[in-house]
């Protein structure tokens, strides 16, 4: 399978995934064949990408590195939690941490820890599909620098909840397409603070978890906010979600911007490394997170395009390839294998949308 964008699927495709739409119905089955008419209801449901199964692409297995089913419940749980509120914010902690539980259960069952843009997201659910995505990515980081369990529930449940205090930002304000005035954007500023006072008065939650909401907006050059804490002053849970938060929100389409391309995002974020980020906690990311995600399109030095179908955990920038376009840009009738990490002397230059 692969994964395209929607106006570049052909009526008559194969659908090769689910698609679901925000409150977690089945827009789409996998096995149906595509039809203008469900292009309109993914257009509707501000989904822009599914993933097809066709001739270049057969065999190739995109695996959720948490399962679909669990996504969903998140989402649900972070929705009636934003939809319920009251003052004080009544978070139910029990149900978060059962949740961040079979969270980090879902990816230790994965071989290879590493995350892949593999989900389909709506443009109208950023909010909740960050929340769970950052808790992901900064699950994978910590787990990759060995946090024990109790700091990894500690370090899920603070992601996952990390932007909880935007829920006393005004939402003309959260979802302004322009850009933001001195005003309104000091007004988003104080979500971290809001966050850290819901967090810090429910007993049930760590302080460490509180910390995240208070610190993923310091940068360890001291140029974040809200106290411009510098290097380990911020605490380390909060430095890793820095870097998750920052990830998916580029690597996602937003009201006011278009997304950037997962490899284009970890450059950005290794550009900054040692400056905003801590140097070892980006080494950590840059080793857990797929720069060319399975199922995407790549072009070579050699100017064959090709399709990647598997991770190089120990090389995340050379990925296998299946090569299904020749350096004379014709389509080859039987494709050919590429492992980047055993030719040196081939390496991606761009990315192939297909
Ligand atoms: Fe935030």
Redesign the pocket.
Known sequence: MRKVSIENVECGTKIAKNVISSDGTVLLAAGMLMQNEYKRRLNANGITDLFIEDDISSGIEIPDVVKQEIRTEAKALIKDMVNKTTIPVNINSSKVLELVEKIIESILSNDQIIFSLSDIRSVDDYTFEHSINVCIISLIIGMSIDLDENKLKELGVGSLL??IGKLFINDEILKKPDKLTFDEFEQIKK??VYGFDILKSNNDIAMSSAYIALG??ERVDGSGYPMKLKGDNIHQSARIVAIA?VYDALTSERVYRTRQKPHEVVDYIVSLSGKQFDEELVNAFVRCIAHYPIGSGVVLSSNERGIVTRFNKSIPNRPVVRVVIDENGEMLVKHKELDLSENNSLYIVDVWEM
């Open positions: 990390h932007d979500h971290s993923h907006h938060d």
